[in-house]
């Protein structure tokens, strides 16, 4: 009953919203026309004067987001949404184009995506970790994109990965151009570093990384492919990291 | 007499001719993502619906949550409370969790777009089953004091995604 009293107001809504718009070009003409064209004028004859044109209505697309932005609220430099705790990581993505002297690429957009500091996801369920299984779903933490600027960077702030079962630590990666994927990918640790980072006071529970780079699924299979996605680390612990890494496009 | 813990699922279909503009921010979205993130598991553009790029590579499966957070925001927007579905003082019925998926979906072709929402309750006590209507109650139910209840319909596209009896010593 409730579906079908919905559409009985929409379909209402139907047949009003039309003589509400064929009123407002009678008004709006009326207002700049001459005074013998105001009870007939269209907006076509309101055009034939040379006056003014009723404006076209068309779709309201394309949806603003909430608040009215037009921009995707995923679009964003922090991701952690102030949410997710751990050693902060600040990220310096560069595009570069392999095929034209390795010259920087512009307005490639970056999305990023990676688990938290006890190895989880946001998004979507069942997931088994040291937490026990846990669900994520409708959380949108640790995922972002950006556009590369004129120099072919972009930035993220984000906190130093943790690790679930079975995979090394790493941040997935994928690039896009006028809307074309062009690149999907993951950007390794130095063990070194992450082997720190997870025995510090907030990854302390799940302690070191048991699966290591050269064993991994994803980039034990070639040792120079994992130096080529080895994130260059600075920083430590106590202060937070800072990230960089060139990704290289045959374009 | 209590009878069961029972979760609600209302499955809130999508496509071109819904009306609403939440309806229509979901399906632009929703779609502008799937262009979007269909090309890792299509990469020479060979297949053009979701059904097909799936049937090719299983991993298109994660497209249902993968498009997911291009629509959590509007889902935001919501606070909790479905959008259709009312009891019968016509109070919308609230949900704890709204999990996205993709039906189908063509690279060239907005208009077999499809996506669900289904909207799931957190659990909820049913009291009593009175033909096609359901007399719920949220919250702890001890049978001990009056409880606050209110009542649903079933209705298309509304079931019970969770079902644990509540046996009979307990309800005394």
New interface residues.
């Given amino acids: 009953m409730e579906r079908k009293n919905f559409l009985k107001t929409f379909a209402l809504a139907a047949v009003t919203g039309p003589m509400i718009i064929d009123s407002c070009k009678k008004e709006s003409v009326s207002q700049s026309g001459t005074s013998t064209t105001t009870t007939t004028s269209t907006s076509t004859t309101a055009s034939a004067t040379g006056t003014c044109v009723v404006t076209p209505t068309e779709e309201e697309g394309p949806y603003p987001y909430p608040g009215g932005e037009i921009t995707d609220p995923l679009s964003r430099v922090d991701v952690t949404e102030s949410t997710q705790t751990g050693v902060p990581l600040s990220l310096t993505l560069v595009v570069v184009n392999t095929n034209d002297n390795c010259n920087v690429v512009e307005n490639a957009r970056i999305d990023i995506w990676h688990c938290n500091k006890d190895g989880y996801y946001s998004g979507y369920a069942g997931q088994p970790g040291v937490l026990g299984n846990k669900s994520y779903v409708g959380e949108t933490w640790l995922r972002g994109y950006q556009l590369t600027d004129a120099t072919g960077i972009a930035k993220f702030t984000t906190i130093y990965p943790g690790w679930y079962g079975g995979r090394a630590t790493h941040i997935h990666i994928e690039i896009f151009i006028n809307s074309v994927l062009k690149k999907t990918g993951q950007m390794a640790f130095p063990e070194t570093i992450s082997d720190l980072v997870h025995v510090s006071t907030l990854y302390a529970a799940h302690g070191i990384n048991t699966t290591r780079n050269a064993s991994d699924s994803v980039f034990g299979d070639s040792a120079t492919d994992l130096a080529n996605e080895m994130l260059s680390l600075t920083g430590s612990v106590a202060a937070g990291y800072a990230g960089t890494y060139t990704i290289g496009l045959a374009l | 007499m209590y009878k069961a813990k029972v979760k609600l699922v209302y499955k809130q279909v999508i496509d071109e001719a819904s ?1 609403s ?1 939440f309806e ?2 979901i399906f ?2 929703s779609y502008q993502e799937f ?2 993130k269909s ?2 598991y299509n ?1 020479d553009g060979k297949f053009k619906t979701f059904s097909k790029i799936k049937a090719n590579d299983g991993r298109a499966n994660s497209l249902h ?2 498009l ?3 629509v ?6 919501l606070d909790n409370k479905m959008p ?3 009891d019968n003082l016509g109070n919308k019925v609230a949900f704890d ?3 996205f998926e993709l039906i189908e979906s063509h690279v060239d072709d907005i208009t077999v777009h499809k996506v669900a929402i289904n909207y799931e309750t957190e659990v909820l006590t049913m009291v009593e089953l009175m033909g096609e209507y359901l007399l719920l109650s949220a919250g702890n139910v001890d049978g001990m004091e009056p409880v606050s209840t209110f009542m649903v ?1 079933m ?2 596209n509304l079931a019970v995604s969770s079902y644990q009896e509540i046996p009979l010593q307990q309800m005394i």
């Fill in positions: 009306p503009g229509k921010a632009h979205a262009l979007l090309q890792a990469r949550y993968k997911s957070f291009s959590l925001h509007f889902i935001a927007q259709v579905v009312r969790v709204a999990r319909r209705q298309p």
